[in-house]
Each structure stands twice: as structure tokens, then as C-alpha cells.
């Protein structure tokens, strides 16, 4: 993780610019997605998708345990608002084990540090019924957590 371009990172997770190195572990987790019609994996697009991944760097990043584990990819849309969106994708051997609330407060943590933000818009897939249920009404009691519960 040396060379990579850190954006946050805590005792457990480590969140990464995207770059080059992720392109293998971030196609599998669009195939784990979108299964085998992911763009990604279309021998005449793919190579076009991943370009078009990287030239949004600034708002695409990949996810990693602190032991150098990928878990997935979380995006940031419309950055420039003061209620920006947070998007997350784990690869499905991630998924159900709390990862999704503590990246996601370590993420907005930062955003917020480098931008004045009032409330996130987070966005849940409709078939991710344990985050909605459960997960997402756990109280968050960090200070720059408040403005978006």
C-alpha cells in the first residue's frame, strides 16, 4: 500500500484512489454484479469501461483491510453539492460481516474534512435487505456523523 494513494484509513480499512492495480479485483467485483453481461468483461468495451473507471479516480476508490485484503469499491457523486452521494460495492465474500457501515463512516469522515457537506444521500441496493433493516439504523454517535443520519 506504500505506493498507492491513500484517502482515508483507520485500524481496520484502508480506502485507495483507484488506479491500474485494482483493475483485476474491481472486473470481478462488477462480475459478481452484473454476472457474466458486466461491461467489463466485453472483449470491445473493456478496455473503454476501465479508462473511462480511471479518468473519475477522483470519485471512484477501492476498499482494503488493513492486511492488504481487497473488499470492494465505494464512489462518491456530485462531490461539489452539500449532500453528495455514497455508493458501495463488496465483492460477495465481504458481504454481511459490517464492513458497509464502518467504510462508509470512515469515507464520509474524510469527505467531510475536505468539503462542507450537510447530509449524504447513501445509496442501498433494493436487494440488500440487512443493511437497510438492520445495519443502517445503528445509531452513529461521531460528531461529523450526525449530519447525515
Given at each position: 500500500m506504500a505506493e498507492r494513494e491513500i484517502f482515508a484509513s483507520d485500524s481496520e480499512f484502508i480506502i485507495c484512489v483507484i488506479s491500474d492495480k485494482d483493475r483485476i479485483d474491481y472486473v470481478e467485483l462488477h462480475r459478481q454484479l452484473n454476472g457474466e453481461t458486466s461491461?467489463?468483461?466485453?472483449?470491445?468495451?473493456?478496455?473503454?469501461?476501465?479508462?473511462?473507471?480511471?479518468?473519475?479516480?477522483?470519485?471512484?476508490f477501492s476498499l482494503f483491510t488493513t492486511n492488504g485484503d481487497y473488499c470492494g469499491s465505494i464512489?462518491?457523486?456530485?462531490?461539489?453539492?452539500?449532500?453528495?452521494?455514497i455508493g458501495i460495492?463488496?465483492?460477495?465474500s465481504k458481504r454481511n460481516k459490517g464492513i458497509t457501515p464502518k467504510a462508509v463512516r470512515l469515507f464520509a469522515k474524510r469527505v467531510c474534512?475536505?468539503?462542507?457537506?450537510?447530509?449524504?444521500?447513501?445509496?442501498?441496493?433494493s436487494v440488500n435487505l440487512q443493511l437497510k433493516m438492520n445495519q443502517i439504523t445503528t445509531p452513529i454517535t461521531t460528531p461529523f456523523a450526525r449530519k447525515f443520519t
Open positions: 461491461l467489463y468483461l466485453n472483449p470491445l468495451l473493456k478496455d473503454m469501461m476501465w479508462e473511462q473507471t480511471l479518468n473519475h479516480s477522483e470519485s471512484v464512489e462518491l457523486q456530485h462531490s461539489d453539492s452539500n449532500m453528495p452521494e460495492d463488496l465483492l460477495e474534512e475536505k468539503n462542507p457537506v450537510d447530509y449524504f444521500l447513501i445509496r442501498i441496493s
